[in-house]
């Protein structure tokens, strides 16, 4: 009998509670999640156990860690693993929550759309530049600059989809209507920008992109990876700078 899994996340931003119930269900199944793993969980085999999950998005230096983490386990909550400045944690059931109140809920998603601002601000703007540079380019540079310019809209749009839901989260908090109804109109008008750059050059770029680069079955697996690859390289050294 297998004694680890994978599951598959819905993306903390935008289904925390959701993950984290899901969490839940596979302990009171026997299997406990170890780590984090691309999209998603590594889960291990053990006793079955009610334990409920929470996350914290919290970025420390390196000596600031322990303390951190011992008045997390003061309060009854045991640190399993972090990626980067996501930080998961169980506890048993009727645990205080780590966030109970608005004010602290408020802050923790203020912690994670700072963190992710430092990734999402300057990956726009080199797309942007990158479009720029389609536009008014030709021949083989032209042809160039759209893959790369595919490439970054297919990191950037959904990383700055994961910065505007996370604002959105705070703005529910904070009982901000208008914000989370301009949160719907900005992600809609983000998309139709987004499939209007795309399919502006599709012959030139997603064609090359496919099959030049990364190969017809390559290309349905690369957007999402190369988002990871990212994200990776971005939380280790913003780690090491800390």
Not at 23 to 52: A, N, P, Q
Not at 122 to 141: F, K, Q
């Amino acid at each position: 009998m297998r004694q680890r899994k994978y599951i598959t996340s819905g993306g903390l931003a935008f289904s925390e509670d959701k993950d984290m119930e899901k969490l839940r269900r596979f302990s009171l199944k026997g299997w406990h999640v170890s780590k984090f793993k691309f999209m998603g969980y590594t889960l291990e085999k053990g006793e079955c156990t009610d334990y409920i999950y929470s996350v914290d998005y919290r970025s420390m230096k390196k000596d600031e860690a322990e303390e951190y983490f011992d008045f997390f386990a003061s309060a009854g909550w045991s640190h399993i693993t972090s990626e980067g400045d996501i930080h998961l944690f169980r506890a048993l059931p009727n645990t205080t929550p780590i966030y109970s109140d608005r004010d602290t809920s408020i802050v923790k998603y203020e912690n994670l759309a700072r963190s992710m601002n430092h990734f999402a601000i300057p990956c726009v703007l080199i797309t942007v530049l990158a479009w720029v540079g389609v536009m008014i380019s030709s021949g083989t540079l032209h042809s160039i600059m759209s893959v790369i310019a595919v490439i970054l809209t297919a990191i950037a749009f959904p990383t700055t989809l994961t910065v505007f839901a996370t604002y959105k989260n705070k703005w529910k908090i904070e009982e901000k209507k208008g914000l989370v109804n301009l949160f719907k109109a900005i992600i809609a008008f983000l998309f139709s920008i987004a499939v209007f750059m795309l399919l502006y050059n599709v012959n030139s770029s997603v064609n090359i992109l496919a099959s030049s680069v990364i190969g017809p079955i390559a290309g349905a697996f690369a957007f999402p990876i190369v988002i990871w690859v990212f994200m990776s390289l971005w939380h280790k050294m913003s780690g090491k700078n800390a």
